[in-house]
């Protein structure tokens, strides 16, 4: 009878002090982990920061836009544009090293709660095992095996401790899981937002080098002249004026002759009609001329476009790598594809529901007038790198310039483009 109590006693004992070894067996990962907290306090601090000053440059560049377009305060405004980029790429890449510095916090709780919950589940297995090897005995039996009444109901206290033990565990496992999983997503989702910043740098890096040179571009070819940069803007303004009265003339003259060219075919037999035709009678519905991944540079009618008082943006600056393909938006005929050396090139072609598409900046011309392309075809290769083929005066970098016209005039491409 005493080997039997003490059996009880020893394997109570065992249970009681497994408990505190499992909650505080894994106190090393702690340490690490509010290490890795005060290093993304720290982190945060200074990204903060860092937002402050870029939106102190931005507020600048929003300031000289204002005043009069002239070389000083345009390279002022370039200058500041720089400034502000590498801010941005500096707050960029401490971001990106505090969602790594996250990422290896979220992995130290997650390995954590792992060792918590097996570590609870090695108390669970021995508590289980006591509750079954007490379930053997029966009242009787017990009661032979004490020697009077008070170590009997000592054992029943005992007893009951250990389904009250039980349930915390199980209550405890059960916690510590759901949070697991919720750090487990958590973690999934840290990764993702990872991935984007790393795409966002690079975007970042390629403004900077953009912005370097355009500004490199400036100082060369206008020498730092006033009056040679007033001579740029005034061509710039008389050939966009131009080009749109052109593009709008040349739109209605050939989508009348195009529906003359249908109506007459029309009574002819159905096997000798030019199907490419159909596409003047059907919806139009645009995709995109290219992926819009990197983000767009320039809006239509961009408050913050800096020729704006001389004219208008008329379409969308889509951020694109120099010499990508450009696939047109819409099938339809090709009204222009005017290539001007190093001047502005571009592309026009129209489309059902009297609209057309304009692409500007091109390096490469795939098509002719009086084409019929598909919606996807290539129809030519980006550029806008300051310089190179296509590009033209004051451009801003490689990008593709996008245009939309209803009835010959320019409206906001994203209207139409899903």
């Given amino acids: 009878m005493q080997k039997a109590g003490k059996l009880l006693i020893i394997l109570s004992l065992g249970m009681a002090l497994v408990l505190p070894f499992w909650r505080f067996a894994s106190a090393d990962l702690t340490t690490d982990i509010k290490d890795l907290e005060t290093t993304i306090d720290e982190k945060s601090k200074r990204i903060d920061a860092l937002e402050v000053e870029r939106k102190k440059y931005e507020d600048l560049v929003r300031s000289k836009q204002q005043e009069a377009v002239s070389l000083n305060n345009e390279m002022a405004i370039l200058e500041t544009k720089v400034a502000q980029t590498q801010v941005s790429l500096q707050k960029l890449k401490l971001e990106i090293e505090k969602l790594e510095d996250e990422i290896e916090y979220l992995q130290l709780n997650i390995d954590q709660k792992e060792g918590d919950i097996n570590r609870q589940k090695t108390y669970l297995a021995g508590l289980l095992k006591e509750i079954n090897f007490q379930d053997e005995l029966n009242d009787v039996n017990i ?53 984007e910043q790393k795409i966002a740098l690079e975007h970042e890096e390629s403004k900077l080098e953009e912005e370097l040179l355009v500004k490199e571009f400036y100082l060369e070819e206008i020498k730092n002249s006033e009056d040679k ?91 694109l790598a120099q010499g990508s393909p450009v696939y047109a938006a819409e099938s339809g005929y090709v009204a222009k ?33 009086g ?28 990008h593709l310039h996008f245009e939309v016209r209803l009835n010959g005039i320019p409206v906001d491409p994203l209207i139409y483009l899903p």
């Fill in 143 to 195: 009661l032979l095996w004490y020697e009077n009444f008070s170590d009997y109901f000592e054992h029943v206290s005992s007893y009951q401790s250990l389904y009250e033990d039980l349930q915390l565990t199980i209550d405890s496992i059960f916690l510590e899981k759901t949070q697991l999983e919720g750090e487990k997503v958590s973690l999934e989702e840290k990764n993702k937002t990872l991935g």
């Fill in 229 to 319: 940069f007033n001579q740029l803007l005034r061509s710039a303004r008389d050939a966009e004026a131009n080009m749109d009265g052109e593009l709008k003339s040349l739109e209605n003259s050939l989508r009348n002759k195009l529906q003359e060219k249908k109506e007459a075919e029309s009574k002819k037999a159905s096997a000798e009609q030019d199907d490419s035709l159909d596409f003047l009678n059907q919806s139009a519905i645009l995709r995109w001329p290219c992926a819009p991944n990197k983000g767009l540079s320039t809006y239509f009618h961009d408050p913050e476009y800096p020729y704006r008082k001389f004219f208008e943006h008329s379409g969308v600056d889509v951020r």
């Fill in 337 to 369: 594809a005017k290539d001007n050396g190093l001047g502005y090139n571009y592309i026009m072609v129209i489309h059902g529901d009297n609209l057309s598409t304009v692409y500007g900046h091109i390096s490469q011309i795939n098509v002719s007038a």
């Fill in 371 to 398: 084409q019929y392309v598909s919606k996807g075809d290539t129809i030519g290769l980006s550029g806008g790198k300051p310089g190179t083929a296509g590009a033209g005066q004051f451009t801003t970098g490689a």
